[in-house]
C-alpha cells in the first residue's frame, strides 16, 4: 500500500505507524456514519477554542479571522449537502478539520493546538445535549398545557377511578388528567437538574492531562454558554454520568408515557369507550374495516423498552473502563442519539394528540355506577354519625352484597333498603350517595371536587407560564 494511502487513511495519528489501517477496521472503527449530526456544535466549540486561543496569544488574530471564517464556510458547505464525508478520516472533528485545512491551507491544522479528540467530542455532545434538553423542555411544558388545559374542560366529567383495574371511588376526567401532569412535572423539573451537569465545560483537559499552552478555560466556558469548567482533567474527557443521568431521565419519563398509553388504549377500546381519539391519531386494519387501532400511545408504549435498553447500554458500556478516556466510549452515542429522538418523537405526538381528545361523559359515568363506587362514602358517613370505622366497614359489606342480589347500586335502594343495615342511616344519606356528592364531598387540596380540580389546573397553569 503507498505512503499516500497510507497518509490519507491515518490522517489524525499516522505519523506513528507503518503501515495503513486495514480497510475493514477503518470501516469498523469510524464513528463518522453517526457522528456527524455534531458538525454545528463541533464547529461552535472550535470557534471559541480559536478565539480564546487568540486571546491568550496562541494564535494571531489574523489566523483566528481565517480560522473561524473558514469553519463558518465548511458549516454552510455541510447545511448545503456539499461535504462529503470521508471513513478515512474517521469522525466528524477530523472531517471538519480536513475540510477547514482544504479550504484555508496550513493555518486550519493550527486549531487543535491545546485540545484532543479526547476533551473535544465531550465538549460537542455536552452542547448537544444541552440543545436537545432544551427542546425536550419546551415539547414537555406543550404536552403539560395540553393536559392542563382538557383538565379544566373536564373538571366535572364523573369517571370511576380505579385500584387494581377494579372500580375504587368515583373521581372526575379532569383530576385523572392532573395526576398525570404530576408525573410530568417531575419529569420536568429532573431534566432541568440533568442540564446543570451536562452543562460543564471538558474542554482543555486535552487527551486526559490537561496542556502546557496557557489557556483560558473560563473564558471558553464563558464563550459557550457553560456554567463552568470541569475540575479534573482525567474526569473531564471519561465523564459519561450525564449522558447516563439524562438517559435515566428518558426512561422515567417514557415509563409514565407508557402509563398514559395503557390507560389511553384501554379507554379507547370497545370494552370501556370512554374516550375518543381523534383519527388522525389512528390507522385502521387491512383486513377488518371496523377496526380503528390506537397505534400512537401503542407506538409510544413499544418504544419504552428501547430506552430502557439503551440505559442499560450506557451503564454497561462505564462499568468496567479504567480512567481516562477508552475507545469503547465511541458507543456512547448512538443510545444517546436514539433516546433523544426517541423521547423528541414521543412527546412530539402525545403534544399534538391529548388537547384533541373527547371524553364520553354518559359512558364514564355509567361505568363509575357499575361499580359501587360510593361504597366508601357510606362508610365515612356512618363514622361521621360515631360508628367505629371497622363497623361501618361490615355494613357497607353487607349492603353492597344486597344491592349485587338485587342488582342495583347504593344510590339506587330506597331508604326502606338501607336502614335494616344500620338504624344510623337516615334520609340525608343520599347526599353522599350519589357520584355528584361523592366527588364534590372531597373538596380539600389535591381532592376531586370540581372546584378543587379547577384551582389544581391553575396553579399549574401559572408554573407552566412562567418557565
Known amino acids: 500500500m503507498s505512503d499516500d494511502h497510507a497518509q490519507s487513511t491515518n490522517a489524525a495519528w499516522g505519523g506513528r505507524f507503518a503501515e495503513a489501517t486495514d480497510a475493514f477496521v477503518a470501516e469498523f472503527t469510524a464513528s463518522i456514519q453517526f457522528d456527524q449530526r455534531l458538525y454545528r456544535h463541533d464547529i461552535q466549540g472550535s470557534v471559541a477554542h480559536a478565539t480564546m486561543l487568540s486571546e491568550v496569544g496562541v494564535l494571531t488574530a489574523d489566523e483566528c479571522e481565517q480560522i473561524v471564517n473558514g469553519l463558518k464556510a465548511v458549516q454552510a458547505d455541510i447545511e448545503s449537502g456539499q461535504q462529503v464525508w470521508s471513513v478515512a478520516l474517521e469522525d466528524v472533528h477530523m472531517n471538519v478539520e480536513s475540510a477547514l485545512t482544504a479550504k484555508i491551507g496550513p ?110 478555560r473560563e473564558r471558553t466556558a464563558e464563550l459557550l454558554g457553560f456554567d463552568r469548567a470541569s475540575e479534573n482533567s482525567l474526569d473531564s474527557v471519561s465523564d459519561r454520568d450525564f449522558a447516563i443521568e439524562f438517559t435515566h431521565w428518558a426512561s422515567l419519563t417514557m415509563m409514565h408515557l407508557s402509563r398514559m398509553s395503557e390507560e389511553l388504549v384501554l379507554w379507547a377500546s370497545a370494552q370501556f369507550d370512554f374516550i375518543n381519539l381523534p383519527d ?25 423498552g ?68 360510593t361504597a366508601t362514602d357510606l362508610a365515612d358517613y356512618l ?55 361523592s366527588v364534590a364531598a372531597r373538596d380539600h387540596l389535591g381532592g376531586t371536587a370540581p372546584n378543587q380540580v379547577r384551582a389544581a389546573a391553575a396553579r399549574a397553569g401559572v408554573l407552566l407560564a412562567n418557565r
Open 280 to 304: 388522525r391519531f389512528c390507522t385502521g386494519s387491512s383486513i377488518m374495516p371496523q377496526k380503528k387501532n390506537p397505534d400512537v400511545p401503542e407506538l409510544v408504549r413499544g418504544k419504552t
Open 107 to 216: 493555518v486550519g491544522k493550527k486549531l487543535h493546538t491545546g485540545r484532543s479528540r479526547n476533551d473535544q467530542v465531550a465538549t460537542d455532545i455536552r452542547l448537544y445535549l444541552r440543545e436537545a434538553i432544551d427542546g425536550l423542555s419546551a415539547e414537555l411544558t406543550r404536552l403539560q398545557l395540553g393536559l392542563v388545559t382538557l383538565a379544566t374542560n373536564e373538571a366535572d366529567t364523573i369517571m370511576p377511578g380505579f385500584t387494581h383495574l377494579q372500580t375504587a371511588q368515583p373521581i372526575t376526567f379532569g383530576h385523572h388528567l392532573l395526576a398525570w401532569n404530576e408525573m410530568l412535572q417531575r419529569d420536568f423539573e429532573r431534566l432541568q437538574d440533568c442540564r446543570k451537569r451536562v452543562n460543564i465545560l471538558p474542554l482543555g483537559a486535552a487527551a486526559l492531562a490537561g496542556t502546557t499552552f496557557p489557556i483560558n
Open 383 to 437: 363514622v361521621k354519625k360515631g360508628m367505629a370505622f371497622r363497623d361501618a366497614h361490615e355494613v357497607v359489606g353487607k349492603s353492597v352484597a344486597y344491592g349485587l342480589a338485587q342488582g342495583k347500586d347504593l344510590s339506587e335502594m330506597t331508604l326502606e333498603e338501607l336502614t335494616p343495615f344500620s338504624d344510623t342511616i337516615t334520609a340525608d344519606v343520599f347526599d353522599v350517595l350519589t357520584l355528584e356528592g
Open 306 to 373: 428501547r430506552v430502557y435498553g439503551h440505559l442499560m447500554s450506557l451503564l454497561t458500556l462505564m462499568k468496567s473502563q479504567p480512567l481516562a478516556y477508552n475507545k469503547d466510549n465511541q458507543e456512547d452515542k448512538e443510545p444517546l442519539f436514539d433516546t433523544i429522538d426517541t423521547l423528541a418523537g414521543s412527546l412530539r405526538a402525545f403534544a399534538d394528540m391529548v388537547p384533541h381528545i373527547e371524553a364520553k361523559p354518559a359512558v364514564m359515568k355509567a361505568a363509575a355506577l357499575r361499580g359501587y363506587s
